[in-house]
Structures are given as structure tokens and as C-alpha cells.
């Protein structure tokens, strides 16, 4: 009785770890969206990671520096770091013009892509189930995206590249497993600073004070919330408190509205449902296979 009531404290707390992680991960984004209205994306992309960095060196320092340098597949490691500075270029470009629950939805859809490219890259084995699932989903991106003349701009296909950079980097992810968190977080910090170096000079404002601090806040506000979603994932089954992941969607809707006065399309809104829906159904299924496989 004690060990039951042990894992469900255990998993209580990993379901709220999980819903507080992705909800600092909505206000990160909002932040975003609101500094990115007077400040250039290299400029944020700068201080955010400079401040980042500053409270990672000293988990950085205790593992020793040279640790940084000794990896896997040091090739794939490079094109890993260019691909989340792309992603997240594109992200706070694309939240500049388009809603933030829009771009949310296009981010959203990344586990369906990477289970239509893990055959491919990863050489993993895809039934038919997950095949309709996967055709379900790009159902679900293209009825989000409404094309026509009006709505194929540049910012929305920004976003779906965007979307597809975080794709490449989460199976990039997976195939880089033996190398420790804090390298890859490390090395993708220091690649979106760079990248944040090279462009923040067109259009440089000199940050406000206040503006400042809020332009730090977003590089360790965006930390906590990734300590929070990892330690969510060790303390609770997968199965358990992946799922809440996709209230970022809601955050997105509700923060938008409120904030911006950004009023959800219904296209987007059915867009988004029928991709979450894929996109777990995806999910259950893998996890499945895992306990057929175990």
C-alpha cells in the first residue's frame, strides 16, 4: 500500500510538473511575442541566450568543460545545433505576424512528422495504423493553414519550415540518446547566441531597463520550464504526463485572445483538434508497442 501511494504522489507530481512546465512555456512564448513587437528576433535571440548561459555555466563548471567537447557523432551534433537556432529564429519571427495559437498549432504537429520520417531517418518500422494517423494529421495541418492567397504568406510558411527544423531536431534528438542533456542544451544555447550575435545588429534598439530584465527573463524562464518537463518524465510514466503537453494549445488560444485580442479562426481551431488528436493517438500507440516489445 505504501509503494501505491508512493508512485501515485510520484505521478501527481509529475502531471504537475508537466502542466507547469508547458504553462511557463506558453508564458516564455507570449513574452516573446510581445518583446519581438519592438525588438529585432536576433536581438532577443542574443540576450535571451546570453542569459541562458549564464545559469547554465555553473551546472557547466561542476561537469567540467571539457565534457562539452567530448560527443557522439560530433557531425550530427553541429547540424542538431543549426537546426534548434533555425527553429527558434523561425519561431519568433512567424509569432511577429501571425497568431500565437496559429504558430503553436504548426509546432504542434512535429511528432506526426517525425513519425512519417522516422522510416526514413531512423529506419523505424511504421504499421498502417499510425500511416492513417500520420494522413490524418497533415489533414489536420493543411485545414489549420486554410491555403489560399490570403493565408500561404511568408510568415505562415516561416512557421511550417520552422515547424519541420523542430522535427529534424527532435529525431536528431533521438538518435543522439547517449549524449547527457546538459551538452545538448549547452551546445543549442550556444549556437542560438550565435546566431542571435550575427543578426542582432540590423535593426538594434537599445533596450529599456525593464525591457532588459524581461529580455533575460525569457532565457531562464525557458530553462525552468524545460527542468520541469524533464523532471516530470522521471517522475511519472510517458503514457501518463505526455499527453498535457497539448494544453499548451489552450494557453496559446486563452493568452492570445486576452493579450493580443487574437480571436482563433475556426479552421485553425478544427485544424488544431484534428491534429492533437493524431498526434496521441500516435503516441498511445508507440507506447504500446514498447510494452509488446518489453
Known amino acids: 500500500m505504501a509503494v501505491d501511494k508512493g508512485m501515485r504522489q510520484s505521478t501527481g ?29 536576433g536581438q532577443l535571440l542574443l540576450l535571451r541566450s546570453a ?11 561542476r561537469a567540467g568543460v571539457r565534457s562539452l567537447f567530448r560527443v557522439e557523432r560530433p557531425r550530427l551534433q553541429v547540424v542538431r545545433v543549426i537546426l534548434t537556432s533555425a527553429e527558434v529564429f523561425a519561431f519568433y519571427f512567424a509569432v511577429m505576424y501571425l497568431p500565437l495559437a496559429d504558430v503553436m498549432t504548426y509546432w504542434l504537429a512535429a511528432p506526426i512528422y517525425v513519425a512519417a520520417l522516422s522510416p526514413l531517418l531512423l529506419g523505424e518500422r511504421v504499421g498502417w495504423r499510425r500511416w492513417t494517423a500520420i494522413f490524418i494529421g497533415f489533414c489536420g495541418v493543411v485545414v489549420a493553414l486554410e491555403p489560399s492567397a490570403a493565408t500561404f504568406t511568408a510568415p ?17 534528438g533521438r538518435a543522439l540518446r547517449g549524449t547527457p542533456d546538459l551538452t545538448m542544451v549547452t551546445w543549442q544555447t550556444v549556437g ?6 550575427a543578426t542582432a545588429p540590423i535593426g538594434w534598439v537599445t533596450p529599456t531597463g525593464s525591457d532588459f530584465a524581461l529580455l533575460s527573463l525569457l532565457g531562464v524562464v525557458a530553462m525552468l520550464a524545460h527542468v520541469c518537463v524533464n523532471r516530470s518524465l522521471k517522475l511519472a510514466d510517458a503514457a501518463t504526463v505526455t499527453p498535457f503537453q497539448y494544453t499548451l494549445l489552450i494557453w496559446g488560444i486563452s493568452m492570445g485572445w486576452i493579450v493580443f485580442g487574437d480571436v482563433p479562426r475556426p479552421a485553425m481551431l478544427i485544424g488544431a483538434a484534428i491534429i492533437v488528436a493524431a498526434g496521441l493517438f500516435i503516441f498511445f500507440r508507440e507506447q504500446q508497442l514498447k510494452r509488446r516489445g518489453q
Open 13 to 41: 507530481l509529475g502531471i504537475f510538473l508537466m502542466l507547469l512546465g508547458i504553462m511557463m512555456f506558453a508564458l516564455n512564448d507570449v513574452l516573446g511575442k510581445w518583446l519581438v513587437s519592438t525588438y529585432s528576433v
Open 51 to 61: 542569459a541562458a548561459l549564464v545559469v547554465l555555466l555553473p551546472f557547466v563548471w
Open 156 to 172: 505562415a510558411i516561416i512557421s511550417i519550415l520552422g515547424s519541420f527544423a523542430f522535427t529534424f531536431m527532435m529525431i536528431s
Open 192 to 197: 542560438a547566441a550565435l546566431l542571435g550575435a
